[in-house]
């Protein structure tokens, strides 16, 4: 069973500071990582993804791919109390090639 | 905007029920997939489809099956509704193969009684 491990959290930032999500996942084959958003009591919606080893910047959010280490993070800049929600790490499956299998989330709250 | 659509965001039904949880996509996509999210556990793949009449379980399979007649439609269908599956059922879609971007309906919260 391929897995993806995410500190549930919550983790508690203060307004203005950066947050730093981590994700690591077992499967070696996976090519394709993303990071989605859910509020409470809505649906996950995409932030960002990534392909290749290294950074990928978005804005206030960056995306950091280690494959070597199999390490996935978020880093969010500046971070807002709108930011409090689920982050939800997702890695591309090599079973079935279509799939992706998701971490179970980590809760961040940005205090005002 | 792909938009992703659920026919409930609320349903409530009876043990033993014949539940129906319907999805549309408008963005031809090739695949869909039926989430189930409970807390704690994230989000388990019950089966997806990446063609249409095609499917495949995925990891919490048995209780449910799936129908694909039509590309944008997949449907998730409970044959006899258990209350070990009240549950959020999340529907997505995702263009082609290799781990696409997938993209989420808005949800449908079941409750079985």
């Known amino acids: 069973q391929k897995e993806v491990e995410q500190n549930s959290g919550p983790l508690s930032v203060p307004e203005g500071a950066i947050a730093s999500l981590n994700c690591t996942y077992s499967?070696?084959?996976?090519?394709?990582f993303f990071w989605y958003r859910q509020y409470s009591g809505k649906s996950p919606e995409l932030i960002m993804f990534i392909y290749s080893n290294g950074d990928k910047e978005d804005g206030r959010f960056t995306a950091q791919l280690n494959k070597a280490s199999q390490y996935v993070s978020l880093l969010i800049r500046d971070s807002q109390p709108s930011d409090s929600a689920t982050y939800l790490c997702?890695?591309?499956?090599?079973?079935?090639?279509?799939?992706?299998?998701f971490g179970a989330g980590t809760i961040l709250r940005v205090k005002s | 905007d792909v938009k992703v659509t659920q026919s409930s965001r609320y349903l409530v039904k009876r043990t033993g029920e014949k539940v129906f949880l319907e999805c549309v996509q408008d963005m031809d996509h090739e695949n869909m997939f039926w989430y189930r999210q409970d807390p704690g556990l994230g989000l388990r793949l019950i089966y997806f489809s990446y063609d249409v009449k095609m499917k495949e379980k995925g990891d919490i399979p048995e209780g449910y099956s799936v129908s694909r007649e039509k590309k944008e439609r997949f449907s998730l269908i409970l044959e006899s509704a258990s209350t070990n599956q009240t549950s959020m059922y999340l529907c997505?879609?995702?263009?082609?193969?290799?781990?696409?971007?997938?993209?989420f309906g808005p949800g449908t919260r079941l409750t079985v009684l």
């Open positions: 499967d070696r084959g996976s090519q394709s």
């Open positions: 997505a879609s995702s263009l082609g193969a290799g781990g696409d971007t997938q993209y």
């Open positions: 997702a890695v591309s499956s090599e079973e079935g090639g279509n799939k992706l299998v």
